[in-house]
């Protein structure tokens, strides 16, 4: 492989990181709006079947992409500690 093309490629994981905290920016600014909601209605922080779901189809997805099942899972976890910080701070 050359430098072009090994600088190539890495000027595209750059851009797809770049992607990648947009979207997580985008995801935690609809789970902040999730969170004044349940505030406002006096749910729970926390809806255990819920986060059932999102553990099944981060799982799913990320068989189907051939990715590790348990990377996949740490980061939506890491993701969700975080959601319940901010709601819990709010």
């Not at 905290?21 to 729970?44: C, E, V, W």
Request: hydrophobic share 45%.
């Amino acid at each position: 492989m050359t430098n072009k093309a090994l600088d190539d490629l890495r000027m595209e994981v750059d851009i797809l990181d770049i992607q990648l905290i947009n979207i997580l920016a985008n995801r935690f600014s609809i789970t902040r709006q999730i969170g004044k909601l349940k505030k406002q209605d006096g749910l729970k922080t926390i809806d255990s079947t819920r986060h059932a779901q999102i553990l099944a189809l981060w799982e799913t997805q990320a068989n189907n992409k051939n990715i590790s099942k348990e990377l996949a899972l740490q980061i939506i976890e890491a993701i969700h500690n975080q959601v319940l910080l901010e709601h819990e701070a709010s």
